[in-house]
Nanobody, 127 residues
Framework: QLSLAESGGGLVPPGGSLRLACAASGFTLDYYGIGWFRQAPGKEREGVSCISSSSRNTYYSDSVKGRFTISRDNGKNMVYLEMRNLKPEDTAVYYC????????????????????WGQGTQVTVSS
């Protein structure tokens, strides 16, 4: 059975860093495009980054460009989101999502573009 699990969230002060991990089971992650989304209380779920199948391309929203980095480790069947210089407005539940054979994810930035979702991990940026 295909499943995704996020980890790595927590409480950090402004300017801090976190690395989120998305672990896949039941399928080979490299064949899937992976998106990272976040949802703050009272707000819609927004796409922040994605990496396409076979890592052909990546995408970052304007709000995180230059601060977040997405990467894969195919040997571990994991995708990571490295977050630096975190701001209070980055506070949200972060989700990873997967879509098979997504070779260009630059246009796949909405929740409807992905079929498989993890349960989310909370990131809180506060002093």
């Amino acid at each position: 059975q295909l499943s995704l699990a996020e980890s790595g969230g927590g409480l950090v002060p402004p300017g801090g860093s976190l690395r989120l991990a998305c672990a896949a089971s039941g399928f080979t992650l490299d064949y899937y495009g992976i998106g990272w989304f976040r949802q703050a209380p009272g707000k819609e779920r927004e796409g922040v980054s994605c990496i396409s199948s076979s890592s052909r391309n990546t995408y970052y929203s304007d709000s995180v460009k230059g601060r977040f980095t997405i990467s894969r480790d195919n040997g571990k069947n994991m995708v990571y989101l490295e977050m630096r210089n975190l701001k209070p407005e980055d506070t949200a539940v972060y989700y990873c999502a997967a879509e098979p054979l997504l070779y260009d994810c630059s246009g796949a930035v909405g929740p409807d573009d992905y079929d498989y979702w993890g349960q989310g991990t909370q990131v809180t940026v506060s002093s």
